[in-house]
C-alpha cells in the first residue's frame, strides 16, 4: 500500500511539473487518431493498430486488436451520445468563458484587457486538447460514421459564422454609422470568439508538428539568438547582472582568439 501510494505521489508530482508538455503530445494523438477514425470509418485502436502494423511493431498491433482489454472492445451507442454532449459543452465553455472573465474583471474594477486578450488564452490551452480526446472517445465506443455529419455540420457552421463575421467588418469599417456601436462590439465578439475557437482547435491538434517543422526549419541559431537579444537590452540601457559574462563580449573575443592560436603558412 505503501509503495502504491508513493509511486502515486511520484506520478502527480510528475504531472505537475512536466503535465503539458505530455498531455501536448497526447492531445495530438488523439486528434489526428479521431480524424484518421473519421475518415475511415474504423476505430482509433483499429487506426493505431495499422499504424503499429506498418512501423513493424506487431505486438502493440495485436494487443489493440486482438488482446485488446475491455475497454477498449466497449461500445455503446448511448455513451457516444453522452460523449458528442460533452463536446458541445467544451465547446461552448471555450466561447463563455473567456467573455465571463472579462466581465468579473470589470465587476472587481480591475481594468481588464478586452475581450480579444482572453480568448487569446484559448491558444496552446488544455480545454482544446482535452477537446480532442473527448472527440476520440466518441470515435472509440461507437460507430464513427455516426459523427460524420456532426463533423461535417460543425466545420460548416464554424465557416458561416466566420464568413458572416467577416462581412459585417468589412461593411462596419465602409459603414460605421450603419448600426449602433454596441452592436458593433458584439460583432467584434463574434468575429475574436470564431477566429481564436477555431485557431485553438487546430493548435491543439497540430502543435507538435508545428514545433517540429519549425526547429527543423530554422534559420537562426539560439547561440545567435542570445547574442542578439542581449544586444538589444545593451542598446535599451539594461545593465547585466554582476558577475555575468556578456555573450557580445564572448563573441567578440572569439576571433581574437582563434586567430592567436592559428599558425600562419609561410610561402
Known amino acids: ?37 473519421v475518415a475511415s470509418k474504423t476505430h482509433p485502436t483499429e487506426v493505431g493498430a495499422t499504424v503499429s502494423s506498418f512501423v513493424g511493431l506487431e505486438a502493440v498491433s495485436r494487443w489493440l486488436t486482438v488482446d485488446a ?12 451520445n ?13 466561447v463563455v468563458l473567456p467573455v465571463l472573465r472579462e466581465e468579473r474583471n470589470e465587476e472587481r474594477g480591475v481594468c481588464g484587457l478586452g475581450v480579444e486578450y482572453e480568448m487569446k488564452g484559448l491558444l496552446w490551452s488544455r ?4 477537446l480532442w480526446v473527448v472527440f476520440a472517445i466518441c470515435c472509440q465506443v461507437g460507430p ?6 456532426a463533423l ?18 468589412v461593411v462596419l469599417e465602409r459603414f460605421p454609422d450603419m448600426v ?15 477566429a481564436f475557437l477555431f485557431l485553438a482547435v487546430l493548435n491543439a491538434a497540430f502543435s507538435p508538428l508545428i514545433r517540429i517543422v519549425s526547429w527543423l526549419f530554422s534559420s537562426e541559431s ?35 582568439e582563434g586567430y592567436s592560436q592559428a599558425r600562419v603558412p609561410r610561402f
Open 1 to 37: 500500500m505503501k509503495v502504491a501510494l508513493s509511486l502515486l505521489e511520484k506520478m502527480l508530482n510528475f504531472w505537475k511539473q512536466d503535465g503539458d508538455g505530455l498531455y501536448e503530445w497526447f492531445g495530438a494523438v488523439a486528434a489526428m487518431s479521431a480524424l484518421a477514425s
Open 69 to 80: 482489454p475491455p475497454i477498449l472492445m466497449f461500445r455503446s451507442i448511448f455513451w457516444q
Open 82 to 94: 453522452v460523449f458528442m454532449a460533452v463536446v458541445v459543452v467544451v465547446v461552448v465553455a471555450m
Open 127 to 130: 480545454v482544446a486538447r482535452t
Open 144 to 149: 464513427p460514421e455516426r459523427l460524420v455529419g
Open 152 to 169: 461535417y455540420a460543425l466545420a460548416v457552421l464554424a465557416v458561416v459564422l466566420l464568413v458572416t463575421a467577416f462581412v459585417w467588418r
Open 180 to 194: 449602433s456601436a454596441s452592436m458593433s462590439v458584439c460583432l467584434s465578439v463574434v468575429w475574436t470568439s470564431a
Open 222 to 256: 539560439d547561440f545567435h539568438r542570445e547574442v542578439r537579444e542581449q544586444i538589444i537590452e545593451n542598446r535599451s540601457g539594461v545593465e547585466l547582472p554582476s558577475g555575468a559574462v556578456s555573450l557580445v563580449e564572448e563573441v567578440v573575443s572569439r576571433p581574437t
